[in-house]
């Protein structure tokens, strides 16, 4: 849904980080995507390149791994995943479990040819 | 060859959100961050809660919307400043925008400013404004399964305002199937059951967004 400016963002530390290194041309940006972030990845490479389309990273792959939403219970620390049935643990049944892994949207580094 | 980046796509946001909540706490000024799904009841909570709490503490108001000024009008006509900001089609209100309408308030006059986001129960919860809370609306016409099908507004958010309690006669809707959703996300979350046009539940709710004015002025001091 805001994939478009998600994108803008990417391609601003992309290009500082490319500033940073003396590198002039990538390969491919690895990024990853928590599932909770609600973005989604088809439309964010569509962006990526309309939004690259006649600059220096035109041609770069944007290679998106998704993260699963996991959940860890504060009660016995045992880590689950939910499909939104039920947020209970499935060990002992607490409530209000801390999202540990889910919310990521990190450049996590750029790739250059060898 | 991989070169290590590890940052936040939305590093920006965060640092002008950073940025605002200084300015604002630098100004004594206590923020909601108000959402909710298009229709909850959002500006008439404003309206009615603005009525309760103008002759006791200085209120602004800062409206998110795709298009259109009623919002700002609306509020306007209860005698507080309200700055519209439309987003011309972003779904939600980033940091940025707020730096920018707050430029146009003289926040030094106000205890508390309430920041009105765009009617959308997905992606408002994902960006931060500056805000100290986050305070979501549901009416109960939107039916009692919202908690599990939108979890991270539900945990994002401090307070929940259950709307329209009027209608529930004419609703299949469970506020404790609500309760039951909310305390598998987020158990310290509060909960106010209201009816904006009949009033009923309104003071609990005025008394403690009152008491949190009070208490953030305190521990600014």
């Known amino acids: ?24 041309k990538l390969k491919a940006i690895h990024l990853a995507v928590g599932r909770m972030s609600a973005v989604v990845p088809e439309q964010m490479t569509l962006c990526f390149e309309i939004l690259t389309s006649k600059t220096r990273l035109a041609g770069t792959a944007l290679d998106i791994k998704m993260v699963p939403i996991i959940y860890r219970c504060r009660n016995c620390y045992q880590e689950f995943t939910s499909e939104g049935i039920s947020f209970k643990c499935p060990s002992c049944d607490g409530e209000d479990p801390e999202l540990v892994f889910g919310r990521e949207l990190k450049i996590e580094s750029i790739e250059v040819s060898d | 060859m991989k070169i290590p980046v590890v940052r936040n796509v939305l590093e920006v946001n965060d640092r002008i959100a950073d940025q605002n909540r200084e300015i604002f706490d630098r100004n004594n000024l206590f923020v909601i961050n108000l959402m909710s799904s298009p229709g909850a009841g959002k500006t008439s909570l404003l309206e009615k809660t603005i009525e309760r709490l103008k002759d ?93 099908k939108y979890p991270l507004m539900f945990q994002e958010s401090r307070v929940l305002i259950i709307n329209k309690i009027d209608l529930l006669p004419y609703v299949d809707c469970s506020v404790e199937k609500i309760r039951e959703g909310v305390s598998q996300l987020n158990r310290d979350m509060i909960i106010f059951e209201v009816s904006c046009r009949t009033g009923e539940g309104l003071e609990a709710w005025v008394s403690w967004l009152e008491e949190q004015v009070k208490r953030s002025k305190i521990s600014q001091n």
Request: proline share 2%; net charge negative; aromatic share 2%.
């Open chain 1, 1 to 24: 849904m805001h994939e478009m400016s998600l994108v803008q963002n990417i391609i601003d530390i992309v290009e500082q980080e490319m500033n940073r290194h003396g590198v002039e």
């Open chain 2, 56 to 148: 006791r503490v200085n209120i602004g108001v800062i409206e998110g919307d795709i298009q259109c000024s009623f919002d700002a009008e609306r509020i306007a006509k209860k005698g507080v400043q309200a700055i519209q900001i439309n987003t011309d089609g972003a779904c939600h209100l980033d940091g940025n925008m707020i730096r920018e309408a707050m430029n146009q308030l003289d926040l030094s006059a106000l205890d508390l400013l309430i920041v009105e986001n765009v009617g959308n129960l997905v992606c408002p919860a994902e960006f931060k404004v500056g805000e100290n809370m986050k305070i979501m609306l549901l009416s109960v016409t939107e039916g009692d399964d919202k908690p599990l």
